[in-house]
């Protein structure tokens, strides 16, 4: 009888282990690095599926939304609906499986954009897993919580492999990326170039910029998340009525949350002109663009070029060191004079007062205007024009480029260039959100319920029961012991286990005035306290009562640290797949485990709060209104502010950018300005930054209190272009890497930050080279090539339990409530008038030489 007891305990046991395994089987299916499983084909070549590109133009960064673009083949004569599933696992070794739903055309190769978040910790050498279903619409087969959202169950398995990401791969790396739609480059190339192929910089400059060029209109994404790895989008060639519904659409998007669309007007068949497409139109500059042909090219030299030197040891004449072509045509935009303050500032014009550079402000971002045709060939054999002379005054950079062509520059400069150290600015985010207090105090009961317990069971129980000669009952005092210190370790536990729902957050808000809408982003690590799952869901209460199903497409994903080092390095023994709706993921269910979840929400919308805004001068019948003041004031701008945030600010620092500098090329070089010649590092626009003094509220700027520009701004402030360090402790956008909040602020200038430079024996003042791996898309640099007022700080305190991004959270039960603590930086930008660089023509005569004669090499 024993031995049928023991015979169906083994049984059972081995029941138990056969589900294991086959569970575990099943969830393996699921896992990103799951094996190829060929049996579970049940359609063999009815659908051949390959991955034709990761990344915008083939370039991906790790930590970022990337657009993948998957070709199918039908090899069946039927059409039929299928859902795709590219499977990539987070931090916690849980599985994301994007997902996105389609018709197939038989007989034809169609492409198909899936959406995806890369870990930190991909790279080339990833195999990922590619499923595609037949999409099983008769609601006759098992619910399948990973097909939910598509409105279908995955039927029958169609395709099912690994495929190799190296192929589909021109680079991944976190460095900053430029995409360039067209085959002409038109110099955008030099911030592509590093001194060695390894280094982690360009040689007078920080984080180095990938240049994705040779674009089609085909490669463009149709999401906006799409395109969120580039700072800018320059479109030199192509045709715009190219573009589909939904590339257009995404496009838009894209610029509205901060991207920067430049537009290189062709010299011939201007179709930016006539452009029918709605949605692109509305954001072109309000301009008429005058055709001007067979214009000189030399008065426009300051523009493209500094090949200006002066010879005899800088006492010589002026000589131009190359030779330009003789005509182009020049596209004048004028700006129209039904205008609003926005939609036409001038950027750049030449030197006879014609705009040939405009901008039209578009939510967060803008679209930019060449009316230069910087692509042509005769000026591309000349290696024109030179980017840190042209496209730093429109994208907002600084620092001299190396001619990648130039051997004798790379041998100067490679020899002790790279002895420097790189700093992260964003790498210890994951320490700002970090949730520490809680597990603090259960490892410290932890090691006093031990400690407790193995005294008293242990010496203290023994000596007790020894003095009253009781010994014998040892077993009895350890049982005892045992069973109240586990009592003890139980209570104590679940008195310190959270009961509700919280998010500890870090989140930065972007607001343009007189733009109607925000951008915001926020990390956060989300605390839910229970077993089973959670669906967060990005969206206004609007929005939520909708579905979230709305024109924009906001996004939440996981999130890990930047740094490997701080947590998110251990992965759940029960790894569960969740699904992501790929091409609109403002929704995620993961699993949870009472533990903590790290995420990332974008939103764009409405107001999501009142920040900053002009008020009125008690008793002034005046508009509010920020502007500059009249000629010989104190202080270059006028206008009081005022906030209505939930909690004051702190670290209030006020930029002023009354412009660019001028562009002047004759005279003695110490009179030229702007030029990488004559310096290297600096900054191509008259800013200075301002800190708020707040001593008399505690440090806090609060709410309603007036905040007057012309007493902020006033005297010469500090000029950001001679910055060195932050040693002084005022906050500097320079590279070295003081406080995090510090590093905070400065993320919305850091293109701007001080580039290293060079003494004769390389030997170099700033060795830091800056870098960043999570945060590319929060730089305001490009502010920077147009007069504005931003103020930047960081709320936090009193009333700061709130959140900027708006969001639900629903668990089994239902919706739940949030706790919330965090921190918020704002950053606000308030237009000026604008006021481009005045631009002189190399060929006026040299004062200091002969003013009759003309500069040598030039014409």
Known sequence: MAWNALRGLWRWVGGVALAASQAGAQVDLLREDAPPDASSIQAVGEIEASIDQIGLGGMARPGDWTPIRIILEENTERQREVIIRLLIDDVDGDTAAYMTRLSTNPGMRQPVWLYARLPFTFDSGRNLALSVFEADDSGSGPSDPLADDLGATLGRVLFNRRLSASGTLRRISTDGLIAVVGQREAGLGAYGWRTRSAADWPPFGHEPTDVANGLTVEDLPDRWYGYSTASALVWTDGSPSEL??????????????????????????????????????????????????????????????????????????????????????????????????????????????????????????????????????????????????????????????????????????????????????????????????????????????????????????????????????????????????TALAWGGAWVIRPKSLSLTHLSFVDHVYGQREQRTRTIGSLLVPEYGEATVRVGSEAELEAGGRTARTHLVTAWEPPSSGVGGTGRFPDARAYPVDARSPDAITFPTRATVKQIQMDWYGGLAWRSIRPVSSEGSDEAPTVSIAPPGSLSPVQGIVQHNLPAPLTKVLVIWVGGQRALYLTGSRSAVTGTKNSEPGTLLADARFYFVDLTQTDGEWLAGDDLDLSTVVRGTGTPILSLRSLGTGALTPAPTPGTRDERLLNLALFSLLDPPTFSTGLASNNPIAAHRKATHDLDLSRWFTQPCVMILGIMEGEGADTCPTPFAVSTGGGPRTVRIEGRTVLRWIYPLPDNPPEVNNPNTPDPETDPDAPIPGVG
Not at 272 to 278: H, I, P
Not at 406 to 432: F, H, K, M, P, T
Not at 464 to 474: D, E, I, N, T
């Open 244 to 485: 589909g519904l939904e590339q257009a659409r995404a496009l838009r998007e894209w610029v509205e949350r901060g991207g920067h669309l430049v537009i290189v007007l062709p010299e011939v068949g201007q179709e930016w002109q006539s452009v029918s497409n709605a949605t692109i139109a509305d954001m072109l500059p309000a301009v008429s663009v005058i055709r001007h042909e067979a214009e000189a090219v030399e008065p426009y030299r300051n523009l493209i070029d500094f090949s200006l030197v002066r010879e005899g040891n800088n006492n010589g004449p002026i000589v131009a060191q190359t030779r330009l072509p003789t005509e182009w045509t020049v596209h004048e935009l004028a700006p129209l004079a039904t205008a609003e303050p926005g939609e036409a500032e001038r950027i750049l014009q030449g030197p006879d007062g014609k705009c040939v550079v405009a901008r039209r402000l578009v939510g967060t971002g803008a679209v930019t205007v060449v009316g230069l045709n910087l692509g042509a060939r005769s000026l591309a054999v000349s290696g024109l024009p030179h980017a840190d002379v042209f496209w730093h005054r429109v994208l907002g950079r600084r620092g001299a480029l190396v001619d990648q062509n130039s051997a004798s520059n790379r041998a100067q400069y490679e020899v002790n260039v790279n002895a420097r150290s790189v700093y992260v600015y964003d790498d210890d985010l994951g320490e700002e959100i970090a949730k520490s207090g809680r597990s603090a105090t259960g490892v410290l009961l932890g090691l006093i319920v031990f400690a407790g317990y193995w005294l008293v069971a242990g010496p203290v129980s023994f000596f007790v029961l020894k003095q009253r000669s009781m010994h014998r009952h040892a077993w009895l005092a350890f049982v005892v012991a045992g069973g109240a210190f």
